[in-house]
């Protein structure tokens, strides 16, 4: 029924499934942003869902719960696997969100968490 050159869709989904320590360790661009609105933060997840272009989308807000928020008093750290990536969340950040939270700082080498390590 199917040949080798017949596309299957679980195919695809197996190179998603690859371990989530193999996805997390390329995310190591990282920012924080302060933003005293939580509905402020729930926009910087979806910007940040949007400006990782590649590979798993979901990675750059991982851990920025609602709960974690309020623990940080306001402070979302947020991680991309290129600068690129990084820039573009901070450019939409500023143009849709300047007079409702603050950037920085950035890092370079700031390799996101393992699940569940916070």
């Known amino acids: 029924m199917f040949g080798p050159n017949t596309p299957i869709v679980s195919q695809a989904s197996t190179v998603w499934n690859t371990t989530d320590r193999n996805d ?7 920012v924080a942003i302060h933003t005293k609105r939580r509905e402020v933060l729930y926009c910087l997840r979806a910007l940040s869902m949007a400006a990782q272009a590649t590979g798993n989308n979901r990675l750059p807000c991982s851990g920025q719960t609602d709960r974690a928020w309020m623990e940080g008093q306001g402070r979302a750290k947020f991680w991309f696997t290129a600068p690129e990536y990084r820039a573009k969340f901070e450019e939409w950040t500023r143009e849709f969100l ?4 603050s950037i920085g700082p950035e890092r370079d080498n700031d390799l996101l968490p393992p699940k569940n390590a916070r």
Request: hydrophobic content about 35%; aromatic content about 18%.
């Open 98 to 101: 300047s007079s409702s939270c």
């Open 24 to 30: 997390r360790a390329a995310f190591r661009f990282s």
